[in-house]
C-alpha cells in the first residue's frame, strides 16, 4: 500500500524557517517525481514545487521561488521541502504528493498534510 | 501562465442527478496532462481523472471526464451522497514548467 507521511509543520514567526518531510513506503520511491502542494485555510489548491526521481529536474511556483527548497533522499525513501524567509502568506497545509507516471503530470497519491502557521 | 477557471463555483444538486462541471483554460492545454481531483473535509484530494478522460485506479465508471484544447468537463452520471465535495481540475504547463489548479468547484447536497 502506498504511503505518504508528511511531518515538520508548525507555528513560526515571519522571516523563520521550516523543514518539512515526508516518508514514502509501498512503492520504489527513487522512481517516481515527486511534489508539495498547498492549500491555505479555506482555499483552494496551490501547487508549490516538484522533483524528478533523480533530483535532475526541480521546478518551484514563482510565490516560493528563491525561499523554498526541495530535496530528495532515495536511500532513506523521503521528500523534503526547506522553507525561508516565511510570510504570513505561506500558512497552509502542505501536502507532499506522487506523480502518477513519468517526470510530469498527475498526481495519483497525496499524504493527509502537515500545518504550517506563520505569525507572530 | 496558464489559467484555469471552473464554473460554476458551487453547484446545488440531489442524489441520482447528474452533475456537470467546466473547466476552462486561458489557453490550449495538452489533454495529456488535464486532472481532475476530489476533495471532501479534513481529508487529501484523490485523483479521479487523468488525461482529461482517463479514470483513475478505482474510481467508479459514473465519473468521466471530456475536452480538449481550452474547455474540459468533469460528469457524474448518479450522484451518490459520496459524491458531495469540492473538485478541482489540474494542468502541466511545460513553457514555463508549473502545474495550476483551478480554484474548485463545490458539489452540494440541495
Known amino acids: 500500500e502506498v504511503q505518504l507521511v508528511e511531518s515538520g509543520g508548525g507555528l513560526v514567526k515571519p522571516g523563520g524557517s521550516l523543514r518539512l518531510s515526508c516518508a514514502a513506503s509501498g512503492f520504489t520511491f527513487s522512481s517516481y517525481s515527486m511534489n508539495w502542494v498547498r492549500q491555505a485555510p479555506g482555499k483552494g489548491l496551490e501547487w508549490v514545487s516538484s522533483?524528478?526521481?533523480?533530483?535532475?529536474?526541480?521546478y518551484y511556483a514563482d510565490s516560493v521561488k528563491g525561499r523554498f527548497t526541495i530535496s530528495r533522499d532515495n536511500a532513506k525513501n523521503s521528500l523534503y521541502l526547506q522553507m525561508n524567509s516565511l510570510r504570513a502568506e505561506d500558512t497552509a497545509v502542505y501536502y507532499c504528493?506522487?506523480?502518477?507516471?513519468?517526470?510530469?503530470?498527475?498526481?495519483?497519491?497525496w499524504g493527509q498534510g502537515t500545518l504550517v502557521t506563520v505569525s507572530s | 501562465e496558464i489559467v484555469l477557471t471552473q464554473s460554476p463555483g458551487t453547484l446545488s444538486l440531489s442524489p441520482g442527478e447528474r452533475a456537470t462541471l467546466s473547466c476552462r483554460a486561458s489557453q490550449s492545454v495538452s489533454s495529456s496532462y488535464l486532472a481532475w481531483y476530489q476533495q471532501k473535509p479534513g481529508q487529501a484530494p484523490r485523483l479521479l481523472i487523468y488525461g482529461a478522460s482517463s479514470r483513475a485506479t478505482g474510481i467508479p465508471d459514473r465519473f468521466s471526464g471530456s475536452g480538449s484544447g481550452t474547455d474540459f468537463t468533469l460528469t457524474i452520471s448518479r450522484l451518490e451522497p459520496e459524491d458531495f465535495a469540492v473538485y478541482y481540475c489540474q494542468q502541466y504547463g511545460s513553457s514555463p514548467q508549473r502545474y495550476t489548479f483551478g480554484q474548485g468547484t463545490k458539489l452540494e447536497i440541495k
Open positions: 522533483i524528478s526521481s533523480s533530483s535532475s529536474y526541480i
Open positions: 504528493a506522487r506523480t502518477r507516471e513519468q517526470l510530469v503530470g498527475d498526481f495519483d497519491f
